[in-house]
């Protein structure tokens, strides 16, 4: 691998979890509303849709104002959690996911994941792909972060964990495009998460495609 201290390159790929590598935005959508459900507030379904990728720390007060946040945030992520772990059975990867994974890996990049998800979750979308957190340079969650998407934090501690100089990070959302070029890094972007094209490119995405299989397809390095 090319020293980027020495000229540039990138040496390192950020990888979102939800949308990006599993299936299972719509399943935390779903997990989200069924908390708010219970204490009757109903947000439409595609404002919850389009609010999945940035951290539940911003959720709740982004959704349903800075009110609601102050008195009953923790609950809400609480039963979301309870909720989404109902759930987890029903995550599966998304096409190509693994194979993305082990191409970049073989192609000497660290690739680390940077997910706003919680530790839990992300594990256990690893295992549904056949990985471990040993397969990856780093793992970070939010619960390693001070802010979540679109703040770039999550992105700075993985490539920090990783040891790597320059990194590309690939993601679903306006969420992960926004907080990639505060890190600064350019922004890969798939579809698979429910954003069109124009929305991604029009965030800054530097290519656009519908899923990480199609990476692999192309036979896609930064």
Same mark, same amino acid.
């Given at each position: ?12 790929? =950020?990888?979102?979890? /939800? *949308? ?35 951290? @539940?720390?911003?959720? +709740?007060?982004?959704? =349903? ?6 008195? #009953? ?11 989404? %772990? ?14 993305? +994974?082990? *191409?970049? #890996? /073989? ?31 780093? +793992?970070?969650? &939010?619960?390693?972060? /001070?802010? &979540?998407?679109?703040?770039? /934090? ?10 790597? @100089? ?16 505060? =890190? ?9 998460? @429910?954003?069109?094209?124009?929305? #991604? ?11 990480? @299989?199609? #990476?692999?397809? %192309?036979?896609?390095?930064?």
């Amino acid at each position: 691998m090319p020293d980027q201290n020495a000229d540039g390159s990138i040496d390192a790929v =950020l990888l979102d979890v /939800d *949308g990006t590598l599993v299936d299972s935005t719509y399943l935390h959508a779903l997990a989200w509303m069924r908390a708010f459900a219970a204490h009757d507030l109903i947000p439409q379904w595609w404002q919850v849709h389009r609010a999945i990728g940035m951290g @539940g720390d911003r959720l +709740v007060g982004e959704l =349903l104002g800075d009110d609601v946040e102050e008195s #009953l945030g923790d609950t809400l992520r609480d039963e979301w959690e309870e909720a989404y %772990r109902g759930l987890l059975p029903d995550v599966r990867p998304l096409p190509g996911a693994a194979d993305l +994974v082990r *191409g970049l #890996l /073989d192609a000497g990049y660290r690739v680390a994941l940077a997910s706003s998800g919680k530790s839990e979750f992300t594990d256990a979308a690893l295992e549904s792909m056949g990985l471990s957190r040993n397969d990856f340079a780093a +793992v970070t969650t &939010s619960d390693d972060a /001070d802010s &979540s998407k679109p703040a770039p /934090d999550i992105l700075s501690v993985a490539l920090d964990e990783a040891g790597g @100089g320059k990194a590309v990070v690939v993601g679903d959302t306006v969420w992960d495009v926004a907080s990639a070029h505060r =890190l600064p890094a350019e922004c890969v972007a798939v579809r698979s998460g @429910g954003f069109a094209e124009g929305e #991604l490119r029009d965030a800054g995405a530097v290519l656009v495609v519908e899923h990480v @299989g199609e #990476l692999v397809d %192309r036979g896609w390095r930064p």
